[in-house]
């Protein structure tokens, strides 16, 4: 089992920036990809960011592309979601998930571990 627990998430106004972060227990693999997603009341939850195990490997949704970037660091066992220029629409709970496997994914039933969500409310 992983267990993936999100924080960082609040108010902010638009144009604001905040940073997800996503700490990762219990049994690691030795390739995963991780990813963030959102989900807004009454609507599915979309792909928001992957990055592969070593970091060096990254895709993002074409709405969040050039304002977010994801990054990881191994050695904590914990990936990050900095957001920036925040729009109302990105306002969602957003969740953390792992995928037991090197390749890039973004449909979320490919991933088998999921954090609780955190929420994200960007205000005009």
């Known amino acids: 089992q992983v267990q993936l627990v999100e924080s960082g998430g609040g108010v902010v106004q638009a144009g604001g920036s905040l940073r997800l972060s996503c700490a990762a227990s219990?049994?690691?693999?030795?390739?995963?990809?991780m990813g963030w997603f959102r989900q807004a009341p009454g609507k599915e939850r979309d792909f928001v960011s992957a990055i592969s195990w070593s970091g060096g490997g990254t895709d993002y949704a074409d709405s969040v592309k050039g304002r977010f970037t994801i990054s990881r660091d191994n050695a904590k066992n914990t990936v990050y979601l900095q957001m920036n220029s925040l729009k109302p629409e990105d306002t969602a709970a957003y969740y953390c998930a792992a995928r037991a496997s090197s390749a890039y994914e973004r449909r979320p039933t490919r991933y088998d571990y999921w954090g609780q969500g955190t929420q994200v409310t960007v205000s005009t």
């Open positions: 219990g049994r690691t693999f030795g390739r995963t990809v």
